[in-house]
């Protein structure tokens, strides 16, 4: 920003780390006349006694600033243009004088402006604006008199039109109508640098806790995203009081911009109308705008000896919600890659020189090598030590500019170590270490082994100090042998005992050194093509009109994408592919496709004229756009680039968003938006800082490394979903006083009950008969009374009055197993995962959006029974239910066997049955972090069908098929409860979504009489475990059980079913279907696909 820089020279110019005695303040009181573009003040100045007499002040020019108290003279200097022009005032006071008010008034606007050249770092700015769309001015806007000072402090009194707000730093003093409008204040009376008035027509929310205000403004009102956000800035404020000290503001405001922003001010943040809806603004870009009010906006960088500020944000913010996400390996992983791809010849710096960032290169280096910088101290030093350090730095610091020097004074006070060596070369020098590893071997020492080997550093120039962790993979252990290796000189000899025979080396596992990455240790990404200074663009000189037309200008888009240099051709205007710039191959009629085909085989991605075969799917090509990149095996660091689209209206979306995707390796889009369906990385199979070593034969065979230690995230945000409570409701559930919770036995009646009890404990409303919680029917087929158990929270709109959203979780299962597998008869079937997890989801949820404000649409929480028998609970639930009708039942979400995340993605069954779930879900994801797959096929599998068969649109939340399914092993311990707070945080963001959505759902289903009879079992069991995940023709086998036909008949994880007694099977329906005609004993015949290649296997199935 221009315009900032005239500030940073202006307000700098005389500052000193420490504070002064006293400080300037500004008294301002401002009238704005958004319509004319014109405001008028009067700043009333204080100034401490020993302030000069004479002095200077900047405004902007056109103001016409008077001073009316006798004694004060002021007179114009000078004339500045640029981006804000500027008149300089010469200002004397008379002896004794503390102070003095100036008047003045005019115009300011300027237009918007793009700063920084690429699409996914670049961004527009205005050095200030006064319109009818809103008010942006900061100090670079000279709004107010601008003095030769570090520091100072003030208070604002905004005169604005009716139904206008204002926004600033510090505390709101009062809001009140006026003849003219409204008149705002703002008081600020900690040390700022510059201050902001930003005005529109806002709805303002807040809440506070403790002494914190929470507030937002919106430019139109929406009080549900409005909650979300002052939910949030709760939590984070809290989190970061715990890890670094007090908030230093009285509130943390979230601003509504009128133009796309991502700005961090002193105790607010001005987001973008687009920017601030995105669903995962909330847990990414927003937790880092509140942690810059402690780094930035309350310690201030000294930018000419470099802005720490966003690398030490970036670390405590970005890196620490991924490593919460156990995601720190792969965040680091993505900013060394950046580094290596877009820090290329010529765009390197030491951090000394970093201001601000305008270009990914200046991010690579600002932010990431900053945040690495970081975390190798808070590795070396301990989280204990580096967290004291980090609070003695905010205390000592606080309100005052700081340094690099500053932070490692800080650092040492607390560690008792210099650390001056490790500031030197990593903050002064330029350039980053690079590492190869040599000669690795091993051989008996004593009773155990030894791992010899050589580490290198081959970068340019002198050697680094690294501390370099290595793991070692033993046989017979399931963990890493781990240790860290102190590297000075150019060569260093490792050496390293382990307990058994090693099998493997890994060096920087986690990636945790600052360093250039090996390309070979990384896949080919967007980043690698988007970083080269030359990019050839070839067009397809076959296309249609209208589609070459759109390639065109995409290809144009490129150019201001990252690289320097863009040349643009059409295929058929050179014979080969140069080797010495980064290449964008256009179109499925590119003559140049033919050479991707093999680059891209190795990844298994496989190419028909209709569809895209790639990893576990096979997407049509129509109506998608695809995103392939490779590496040329001619010159390892040029990036390759592959995209086609079957219609042109989807390039120019996919031109703005290709950018924001730099570290995938694929993509797919779908639609004329277009909308990302699916992303990766491809996998790195050949890195050279892994050894595979001998083992006992001699043979050099590669295995998976070893579990590393696992770490502990630095701060924990304060817990919104209790996974203790949740486990302790399993636990219950699954105990052998329940029995295993059968249909008729006075085991379930103590599930139910406990189930009431709890609703009633959270203060949901009875939903069931007579004023209970409980629905009660008789079945007569099985002679039982059965019941379901309803808890409400009604919702607040009258317009929707009999709406709801259903929640529920089907709480019975199989008892001793008279209807389970017949070896395991007459023992107890716990039922942990299916489904006493998703009743603990189902009750947690309920307590939290108790706690919230009322939703707009009534949400039903209902614990069903009798689903092992054919959804017997959810099917009397929907044909009987008058209070909230399945007629006027918006969607449903089912909670059932969700106890089993772990590290897997979580499925979503059912969402063919509205076209929006895929949305929902995806934006669910970005909020949550937690990766999702939608499962699209129609599946009969557990209560969300009885409302689809009603026409109500309802979904399955899945953890994943596991061998112990409706077997007694299905035990509480088990469970994991951390991925029950991840369903439950997933669960929570669709229901609130659809509790406050308009309009409902767009439907796919056609209502028809749900089933009422029991369902149709399978009598027999083959011991597949299908991949849910799989999109493709066919059942994906995910294993298959120990002992069973499946692996008798050699079946294995990866293969694909195709057919079943020469019927095809092209799902799990007809997978499912084709098991329900045999009986124990039938012999069958499978066609299945293993490594794309046709075979066939036979089995005996046995009784289920």
């Known amino acids: 920003m221009a315009g900032l820089l005239v500030l940073v020279v202006l307000v700098l110019a005389l500052a000193s780390k420490g504070l002064a005695a006293g400080l300037p303040h500004h008294e301002l009181s401002v009238t704005l006349d958004p319509g004319r573009h014109v405001l008028t003040a009067v700043d009333r100045i204080s100034v401490p006694k020993d302030f000069p007499r004479t002095f200077t002040f900047a405004l902007h020019a056109g103001l016409k600033p008077s001073v009316q108290e006798p004694g004060v003279r002021i007179k114009k200097n000078a004339r500045r243009q640029g981006n804000v022009p500027l008149e300089l005032f010469r200002v004397t006071l008379p002896p004794g004088a503390t102070g003095f008010s100036v008047q003045y008034g005019g115009t300011i606007h300027h237009p918007l402006e793009a700063v920084g050249k690429s699409q996914a770092r670049g961004f527009d700015q205005t050095p200030g604006s006064i319109a009818d769309d809103g008010v942006y001015l900061a100090g670079s806007s000279a709004w107010y008199p601008l003095l030769e000072a570090g520091l100072m402090t003030f208070s604002l009194t905004v005169q604005a039109p009716d139904g206008w707000d204002a926004v600033s730093q510090g505390g709101r003093t009062g809001q009140k109508k006026t003849k003219a409008g409204v008149s705002i204040g703002w008081d600020s009376p900690e040390p700022q640098e510059e201050a902001y008035l930003i005005a529109s027509r806002f709805s303002r929310y807040e809440r506070t806790a403790d002494r914190i205000t929470a507030q937002v403004f919106l430019r139109r009102p929406d009080e549900g995203l409005a909650n979300k956000y002052l939910d949030a800035t709760i939590r984070y404020i809290a989190m970061y009081e715990k890890l ?261 080396i890994d060096i920087d596992p986690e990636f945790d050194l600052f360093r250039r990455l090996d390309r070979d240790e990384i896949p080919p990404a967007i980043t690698q093509a988007l970083g080269a200074k030359k990019m050839l663009v070839l067009l397809p000189a076959a296309a249609g009109k209208d589609m070459l037309d759109a390639f065109r200008t995409f290809a144009a888009s490129l150019s201001g994408a990252g690289p320097d240099e863009v040349e643009v051709k059409l295929d058929n205007e050179i014979k080969k592919l140069p080797v010495d710039s980064a290449i964008a191959v256009l179109g499925w009629e590119n003559r140049f496709f033919a050479e991707m085909l093999p680059l891209l085989k190795q990844y298994d991605v496989a190419f028909s004229r209709e569809s895209v075969r790639m990893e576990r799917s096979e997407i049509q090509k129509e109506n998608h756009a695809f995103v392939f990149t490779a590496r040329s095996s001619l010159n390892r660091d040029a990036g390759l680039l592959f995209i086609a689209a079957d219609r042109p209206q989807a390039l120019p979306g996919l031109a703005r968003k290709l950018p924001h995707y730099h570290k995938y390796s694929y993509l797919v889009f779908e639609g004329d938006e277009p909308s990302n369906s699916a992303k990766g990385r491809w996998p790195v199979t050949d890195s050279p800082l892994t050894a595979f070593l001998p083992d006992k034969n001699g043979k050099r065979t590669p295995v998976a490394m070893g579990r590393l230690a696992p770490r502990e995230a630095l701060a924990a945000l304060p817990a919104v979903y209790s996974a203790e409570r949740m486990l302790e409701t399993v636990k219950f559930l699954s105990s052998e006083r329940l029995r295993g919770r059968e249909i008729g036995t006075p085991e379930i009646d103590q599930a139910a009950e406990y189930i009431a009890g709890m609703f009633k404990q959270a203060g949901l409303l009875p939903g069931g008969d007579e004023g209970s919680y409980i629905q009660v029917w008789e079945d007569r087929i099985r002679k039982a009374e059965m019941k379901n158990v309803i808890g409400v929270i009604p919702g607040k709109k009258p317009e929707f009055t009999g709406q709801s959203i259903v929640v529920g979780a089907h709480y019975d299962h199989l008892g001793t197993g008279a209807s389970g597998r017949s070896a395991d008869k007459g023992k107890v079937h716990p039922g942990a995962d299916d489904n006493a997890s998703g009743v603990a989801v189902l009750l947690e949820l309920a307590r939290v959006f108790r706690e919230r404000p009322e939703p707009a649409r009534s949400l039903v929480f209902v614990a069903f029974t009798g689903e092992e028998e054919g959804k017997l609970g959810s099917g009397h639930f929907v044909r009987e239910e008058k209070k909230f009708p399945a007629s006027k039942s918006i969607a449903m979400v089912n909670l059932d066997t969700v106890g089993r995340l772990d590290k897997r993605k979580l499925l979503v069954l059912g969402g063919h049955s509205a076209r929006e779930w895929v949305h929902i879900f995806r934006g669910a994801g970005f909020v949550t972090g937690v990766e999702i797959e939608m499962v699209s096929e129609d599946l009969d599998s557990s209560d969300q069908k009885s409302f689809q068969e009603a026409g109500v649109p309802a979904v399955q939340l899945f953890s994943g098929p596991h061998l112990d399914y409706h077997r007694p092993s299905d035990t509480a311990d088990k469970i994991d409860p951390a991925g029950l707070a991840k369903v439950a945080a997933v669960a929570a963001e669709a229901i609130e979504y ?110 289920k």
């Open 244 to 504: 670094i000290g007090p908030y230093p503001y009285k509130k943390f405001a979230l601003v509504e911009n009128f133009w796309e922003t991502g700005f961090g001010m002193p105790s607010f943040t001005l987001l973008g109308p687009t920017v601030i809806r995105l669903p995962f603004i909330i847990n990414t870009s927003f937790p880092h705008e509140i942690l810059h009010s402690w780094w930035g906006n309350s310690v201030y960088p000294v930018y000419e000896e470099g802005n720490w500020s966003e690398g030490l944000t970036a670390y405590l913010a970005d890196h620490l919600l991924k490593e919460q996400q156990d995601g720190g390996p792969e965040y680091r992983l993505n900013t060394l890659q950046k580094y290596a791809d877009y820090v290329v010849s010529g765009r390197d710096f030491p951090l000394t020189g970093f201001t601000s960032r305008h270009s990914p290169s200046t991010e690579a280096v600002g932010y990431g090598k900053s945040l690495m910088l970081f975390h190798m101290l808070r590795r070396a030093l301990g989280d204990k030590t580096f967290i004291a350090g980090i609070r003695g730095f905010y205390r000592d610091e606080q309100f005052r500019f700081a340094t690099f020097d500053d932070l490692r004074e800080s650092l040492e006070k607390a560690s008792g170590r210099d650390l001056r060596p490790e500031f030197d070369q990593w903050v002064k020098r330029t350039g980053a270490p690079e590492i190869k590893l040599r000669d690795a071997e091993t051989g008996r020492q004593g009773e155990g082994y030894v791992v010899k080997a050589v580490l290198e550093q081959v970068q340019t120039g002198d050697p680094y100090r690294l501390h370099v962790p290595v793991a070692v993979t033993v046989e017979g252990s399931d963990k890493a042998v781990q240790a860290v290796i102190a590297v000075t000189g150019k060569k260093q000899d490792l050496s390293l005992a382990t307990p058994g025979r090693p099998l493997r």
């Open 994 to 1103: 659809l509790a406050g959505r308009e309009e409902a759902l767009t439907t796919t289903l056609t209502a028809g009489k749900p089933a009422t009879g029991p369902k149709t079992e399978r009598k027999v069991s083959l011991g597949t475990v299908p991949d849910f995940a799989y999109f493709g023709k066919g059942v994906r086998l995910s294993g298959t059980a120990e002992g069973s036909p499946a692996a008798a008949a050699g079946l294995k994880e990866g293969d694909i079913i195709t057919g079943m007694n020469g019927r095809p099977v092209g799902s799990l329906k007809e997978f499912s279907d084709a098991l329900k005609s045999l009986n124990p004993g039938d012999r069958i015949s499978i066609n299945y696909l293993r490594d794309g290649k046709q075979a066939i296997a036979d089995a005996t199935v046995m009784e």
